[in-house]
């Protein structure tokens, strides 16, 4: 399943943003390495290495829930010296200035736009979405973005999927040649499916979970992608 996805066969394309564009796996290990630095209450404890497993598991399918998080972390280290409030402060503002895109994204799609390729970008969460597509670079680098939690659906909600196909200028007989490409098993790969696009599916080193429906293709990075 794993090989190069030629763009031509398709009409039209759609990108989640964080580990598919940007570089969200960097930048989560940089936060949490400033936070361990930090946090006397988890550094007499656990080593940098440690401590960047003890977050990661609590990260199912790279995404952060941090009330959920915040709460695990208390349970763990009592006697640390941060609230709910400057935890989720902490790592939404350190986020923005550690993230970057992928290396030669940038470059990709502006050679997109050169071809005249039909693609958005279309990402779960608020306007916390846009801030990291101006932050790295990556503003109007695209022909539409869909911001979840803007648009009032989120993925693997069909109406997301339906939005996207519209900002495409496509019909529903256009379905299959509309390909989403994305990290997520359980948002991006399931829902795009669902609605009828074909998928690729970002690996980062997983295996696709098994009681799923694999994905059209499995590929490494947008650099499996053939302009």
Sequence with gaps: MMKKIKISNFKGL??????????????????FKIFHKNQKA???????????????????????DISYCFETLKKKFPKINISLEN????????????IKPHKGVIEFLDKLIEKNVNFGIV????????????TTGLKNKY???????????SKPKIEIFQETLRLLKLNTVD????LFIGDNPYTDIIGAQEYGFKTAWIRMRRNYPK?????????????????
Excluded: M
């Excluded at 988890?42 to 952060?64: A, M, R």
């Excluded at 935890?87 to 550690?98: D, P």
């Excluded at 990402?123 to 101006?134: A, F, M, P, V």
């Excluded at 009681?211 to 302009?227: N, V």
């Design 123 to 134: 990402t779960n969460g608020n306007d916390y979405q846009l801030k990291k597509i101006e």
């Design 42 to 64: 988890i550094n007499k404890k656990f080593t940098e290495k440690e401590t960047l497993k003890f977050f990661w598991d609590l990260c199912p399918n790279n995404s952060i």
């Design 211 to 227: 009681k799923l429906d694999p994905p059209d293709y499995i590929i490494d990075s947008y650099r499996d992608l053939l302009i």
């Design 143 to 153: 022909n539409f973005v869909i911001a979840s939690e803007i648009f009032g659906h």
């Design 175 to 178: 379905i299959n040649k509309v």
């Design 14 to 31: 759609a990108f989640d943003l964080d580990d598919t564009l940007i570089d969200r796996e960097t930048a989560f290990n940089k936060i």
């Design 87 to 98: 935890f989720y402060k902490f790592y939404y503002e350190t986020f923005l200035k550690v």
